[in-house]
């Protein structure tokens, strides 16, 4: 069975960085594509970013970039986002993904519960 | 940036009655529209990949068509755990790969 799960969210203020990780467990890692999608409280899905199977692929939305940046380490089943300069705006869950695709994008087929990032002052 | 603009925003239907939610794109996506439904407390979950291809364990009663900008999913039949967020998804050859803002599906 196919396990996603996320870690490393939490509270901070303005301009401060975090590193969220993703565990994956139940598939051949390497595989797939991953992403990271968020949804603020009570908001609606906003693709972030995503990187392709071996990671030399790699993919931002304009709102992140510059700041946030994806890789990954295949031998530990593991996705991270590091995550800089942040903002108020960035206040979400943060949803590691599983991409049904070896590529940076295609259908979101696993969805880890996420973890929660808050940035206030 | 590819705008998806879903409609209606709220939909309230009867149990056995058909739903039909729209997801229309600001510029061709080809066929590479996905479907999502979102449970209160739960992840989105895939329904509908390649506008038309039903996602693994998924009831035939949820189809999608289109192709371009005009997609449509279609809940035949609604029963009482249908009721949830349906989310669009586009995931054509440029990022950002950017979602609709839902429409929300209430069982009467």
């Known amino acids: 069975e196919v396990h996603l799960v996320e870690s490393g969210g939490g509270v901070l203020r303005p301009g401060g960085s975090l590193r969220l990780s993703c565990a994956a467990s139940g598939f051949t890692f390497d595989d797939y594509g991953m992403t990271w999608v968020r949804q603020a409280p009570g908001k609606g899905l906003e693709w972030v970013s995503g990187i392709n199977w071996n990671g030399e692929i790699t993919r931002y939305a304009d709102s992140v970039k510059g700041r946030f940046t994806i890789s990954r380490d295949n031998a530990k089943n593991s996705l991270y986002l590091q995550m800089n300069s942040l903002r108020a705006e960035d206040t979400a869950l943060y949803h590691c993904?599983?991409?049904?695709?070896?590529?940076?994008?295609?259908?979101?087929?696993?969805w880890g519960q996420g973890t929660l990032v808050t940035v206030s002052s | 940036e590819i705008v998806l603009t879903q409609s209606p925003g709220t939909l309230s239907l009867s149990s056995g009655e058909r739903a039909t939610l729209s997801c229309r794109a600001s510029?061709?996506?080809?066929?590479?529209l996905a479907w999502y439904q979102q449970k209160p407390g739960q992840v989105p979950r895939l329904l509908i990949y390649g506008a038309s291809s039903r996602a693994t364990g998924i009831t035939d009663r949820f189809s999608g068509s289109g192709s371009g900008t005009d997609f449509t999913l279609t809940i035949s039949r609604l029963e009482p755990e249908d009721s949830a967020v349906y989310y669009c998804h586009q995931y054509s050859s440029s990022p950002p790969w950017t979602f609709g803002h839902g429409t929300k599906v209430e069982i009467k």
């Open positions: 510029q061709s996506v080809s066929r590479y």
């Open positions: 993904v599983r991409v049904w695709d070896t590529a940076a994008v295609g259908p979101l087929d696993y």
